[in-house]
């Protein structure tokens, strides 16, 4: 019986474009990491939080002690853990800094007690912790986080999920200007209906989507990475949004979108070389306005959660 482990859940871009609230992502290289150690009794204790100020050690309170207990919960089993979490996501980010918490949480949990329940499963729980994160509960960042690759949620009730092929060659962009909008914020500035010309424009846009991605198609990839809903509205967060998108598709990016809800910014290229173009200008145009910008270039990450030690 192991009585500790370790493990890693990356970061994600929920929404791609015009998926809101369904398509997801997971990144390579950048996600929390997570000490998991049975305890004698059957508290969760979150023993340190590193990487990032101000997340709360309240087990009620935090995503990753939220997301085991509806774990637990549903085994109907009274085991305690102590949880050290290692935070390299901002929370705020727009890149799944809560999802990827609760997603290693839930991961390393099932891991240490000889996986009771199937990755699938386990999106459940770790809605419950991005409930608590964002006021719904959306598995467009947990489930790329857990499951890896490109994922969607056909359904919510009951859950549906399930991964989209892609090509490995495709590379992200992501641009992080330093400024934190919470998702809870992001999400009720949004109207509750939308037209149904913009509705069939963004159906339109999700089959090409998806199409574009299982066909390797980057042209209609590109073309179908718009957002008639959602980016009009909340691109009025992000300062200098549009300014950013204009000048990634001259750059060569193939669509440009908010990921998650933002401030992060992502596009999606097929020549690696276009990655230092945009990083380059966004450095100058954020930096023209003392606005800290982190910028990086990333695959898709295939395997999402996994156990590091
Ligand atoms: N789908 C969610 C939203 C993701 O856009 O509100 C939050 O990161």
């Given amino acids: 019986m192991r009585e500790s482990i370790k493990v890693f859940a990356p970061a ?16 390579e290289g950048y996600g929390d990491e997570l000490i998991l150690t049975r305890r004698p009794d059957d508290r969760l204790v979150i023993a340190s939080i590193e990487g990032v100020q101000g997340l709360p050690l309240d087990p009620l309170k ?39 918490s609760a997603a290693a949480a839930v ?25 608590l994160a964002s006021t719904k509960a959306h598995a467009d960042n947990v489930a790329p986080s ?24 495709l590379k992200v962009v992501v641009i992080f200007p330093q400024i934190e909008i919470k998702t809870s914020d992001a999400k009720k500035i949004l109207r509750d209906e939308v037209k149904l010309t913009d509705a069939v424009k963004q159906w ?20 179908s990475l718009q957002d008639v809903i959602v980016e009009p509205v909340r691109s009025i967060l992000i300062p200098f949004y549009h300014q950013m998108k204009t000048l990634a598709l001259e750059k ?56 590091i030690e």
């Fill in 12 to 27: 994600t871009v929920a929404n791609v474009g015009c998926g809101y609230d369904v398509l997801g992502f997971a990144l």
């Fill in 62 to 100: 935090n995503v990753s002690t939220v997301a085991i207990n509806a774990f637990l919960t549903d085994l109907d089993l009274k085991q305690g853990f102590d949880l050290r979490i290692k935070k390299n996501i901002a929370a705020g980010s727009g890149l799944g800094s809560s999802a990827s």
């Fill in 107 to 131: 991961y390393a949990a099932n891991e240490i007690l000889g996986r009771p329940k199937g990755q699938l499963e386990l999106i459940n729980y770790a809605m419950a912790g991005e409930k």
């Fill in 146 to 169: 857990i499951l890896g690759g490109v994922t969607a949620v056909r359904s919510y009730e009951p859950l549906d999920v399930f991964n989209i092929s892609y090509p490995e060659s």
């Fill in 204 to 223: 339109g846009n999700m089959a090409g989507l998806i199409s574009g991605l299982i066909e390797h198609d980057f042209e209609r990839i590109g073309k």
């Fill in 252 to 307: 060569g990016a193939l669509g440009f979108s908010i990921s998650g809800s933002g401030p992060s910014m992502f596009c999606f290229i097929k020549e690696e070389g276009a990655s230092s173009e945009i990083i380059e200008a966004a450095q100058v145009l954020y930096g023209a306005y003392e606005i800290e910008v982190i910028s990086f270039i990333s695959g898709i990450n295939k395997q999402g959660a996994k156990i």
